[in-house]
Every structure is written in structure tokens, then in C-alpha cells.
């Protein structure tokens, strides 16, 4: 019989429900991947299947169950790190006190999650980063449209505005105040609070662009970043999340320290030489590849795997 994964997300259309709908795809066949929203969830949903899948430990705070119904089922709960955000501040020690006590295991969103953490709980830890659709996020051809551009820079950024504070993501602080200081840039915003967009305009947001840029002080594994690489646009940004794994700057995309300084000369690079801008995105098509949900939704089959078997192995100890 299949194995049954609960996977317990936060809201309709956001991204811990893209990707357990991605999981439920590729994995289809080996587990059984059953999405419920965490306001819905209940105990007795608890033990109708064979593990339990919550992507970060602030989750717990919106759920209609307690802690003590899930440490009755410890040994088929798996709980996530999405981002340092999740732990920091007075975030800190409730979360690792959950993560200490009441999973099978742990499960990071990208590499220095992992390293970071890893060795302050006691459990096993995964390496699970997000991946993206490159079957669906793909490149227009864009030789022309670089020379027609000659001259003017598209700057995009995607996301939500408020979500983890003003602060968080500097489209404010940074991005803005760099775009305005590039003659021929203008920014184009994907802002979440402004306007929903669906995957299919926000493909079309990306083929529009001619740079994408990320300023966050921390990421998990940013999904419009891969989107918007999947889909061509030349990448700008902090090294945040698992962006080191991605990026090899001046190769396939530019970093940059965060400052409003260093965006501006980024940006300025991208808009003199347009064709190095598409040398980058080109190199970075290829590498996005490794990266897609066929690819990294396994890292989710061997951690469920894992759990399920030493689960066997317990019960027949008992």
C-alpha cells in the first residue's frame, strides 16, 4: 500500500503550497500526498496517515491541535526550517525547542540552514531546497529583444511586501533608490499586496524583464529568483538562501553586498553590455536545470524513506 504524507500548508496559492503540489506530482506512485490547510487540521487527521509533513515550526501557532497531540505522534512528524527568519530573535528559542523535541526529523530549505542547524538539534537533518517547474518557466527567444533594449533596463522583483516586516526584503531601502540612480532603468514590481498574479502572468512578468534582483537580508530558497532564471532574466543579488548554490558570479549571475552603491553599479553593467547580460542568463538556463521539482522532489522521497523505515525498524524492536 502507498504511504500516506500529510502535508499541512499555510494558504491557498503561496509558496508551501506549490510546493506540496509539486511533491504530490513527482511523487505520485511511491507516497500518497494529501494537502489540508492548517486552519482545517484536526488530531484525528493526525493518525490517518503515515507521516506528517509541517514546511516551518510557526505553523504550530495557527493549527487547531495542540503540541501534546503531535508529540503522541512524534515518530511520523517531519517539520521544516523555510529560513533564518523562523529563528531569530524571540522566534529563536521556541523554535528549536520544537525542533528539538517533538519531529522524527528536521528539514532545511537550503544548505547553511542545514549547516547551521544541524548540529544545535538533535535529530536527523535534510537538505530539502525548493525547486522550480522548467517545464513551465521557460525562455522566450531574446536575442532581439536585447538589442532593441539597448540602452534601457527592465528591473523586476516579485514578492510580499509585508510578509517577515517592511524591512526584510529593501525593495524601499535598496532597490528603489538603485533603480532611480540607472539612467534607462525603470523598476517593475509583482507586488503580492498590490495584486494576486497566477503562474501564468507571473511567467509573463518575468519574460517581460531585463535583470531580476533580490536585496533580502535572508532567504530560504527564493522561488521567483528560479522562476525568473528558468524563464531567461539575468540574476542580481544578495547571497542570501541558496542563492550560493545557484549563482557563480559573473558566470551565470551577479552578486551584489546589499548596498544601494554596488546594485547601481550592477545594474549599470547589465544595461552597457547586453549582450554579457544574455551570456549570463544563457549559462544560467543550463544550470537552473538541476534545480527543477523532477530533480529535488527526491531529496523529499529519501527523507520519507527514512522516516517510514525506521519506523518499521521500532515497531518491530516492540
Not at 525547486?131 to 532593441?148: I, K, M, Q
Request: proline share 4%; net charge positive.
Amino acid at each position: 500500500m502507498v504511504p500516506r504524507v500529510l502535508t499541512i500548508v499555510d494558504r491557498p496559492g503561496w509558496a508551501v503550497e506549490r510546493k506540496a503540489l509539486n511533491l504530490r506530482r513527482h511523487l505520485a506512485g511511491r507516497y500518497d500526498v494529501v494537502l489540508r490547510y492548517q486552519h482545517e487540521v484536526v488530531a484525528a487527521d493526525l493518525d490517518a496517515v503515515d507521516l506528517v509533513v509541517i514546511f516551518y515550526w510557526l505553523q504550530l501557532r495557527k493549527v487547531q491541535f495542540s503540541t501534546e497531540d503531535l508529540a503522541r505522534r512524534s515518530d511520523r512528524l517531519l517539520i521544516g526550517i523555510c529560513s533564518e527568519f523562523e529563528l531569530e530573535a524571540d522566534r529563536r528559542e521556541p523554535g528549536l525547542e520544537v525542533l528539538r523535541t517533538l519531529p522524527r526529523a528536521v528539514f532545511a530549505n537550503n544548505a547553511r540552514l542545514a549547516r547551521t542547524y544541524g548540529g544545535l538539534i538533535d535529530r536527523p537533518m535534510y537538505e530539502t531546497p525548493n525547486g522550480v517547474d522548467t517545464s513551465f518557466f521557460t525562455a522566450r527567444r531574446r536575442r532581439s529583444r536585447w538589442r532593441r533594449r539597448s540602452g534601457s533596463l527592465r528591473v523586476g522583483w516579485a514578492g510580499s511586501l509585508t510578509n517577515q516586516g517592511p524591512d526584510h526584503r529593501r525593495v524601499d531601502a535598496v532597490l528603489r533608490p538603485a533603480v532611480e540612480r540607472v539612467d534607462g532603468a525603470t523598476f517593475h514590481g509583482a507586488i503580492r499586496e498590490e495584486r494576486w498574479r497566477d503562474a501564468g502572468e507571473m511567467r509573463d512578468f518575468y519574460r517581460e524583464l531585463d535583470v531580476y534582483v533580490c536585496a533580502s537580508v535572508s532567504e530560504g530558497t527564493p522561488n521567483p529568483c528560479f522562476e525568473a532564471a528558468a524563464c531567461g532574466v539575468p540574476l542580481v543579488t544578495t547571497p542570501v538562501g541558496a542563492l550560493p548554490e545557484l549563482v557563480r558570479d559573473g558566470e551565470n549571475g551577479r552578486f551584489f553586498d546589499g548596498t544601494v552603491d554596488q546594485l547601481v553599479d550592477r545594474l549599470t553593467e547589465l544595461r552597457d553590455d547586453p549582450r554579457g547580460a544574455d551570456r549570463l542568463a544563457g549559462r544560467m538556463l543550463h544550470d537552473v536545470r538541476r534545480w527543477d521539482w523532477s530533480v529535488l522532489a527526491e531529496r523529499y522521497a529519501t527523507m520519507f524513506a527514512d522516516a517510514l523505515q525506521n519506523a518499521e525498524t521500532r515497531k518491530a524492536r516492540t
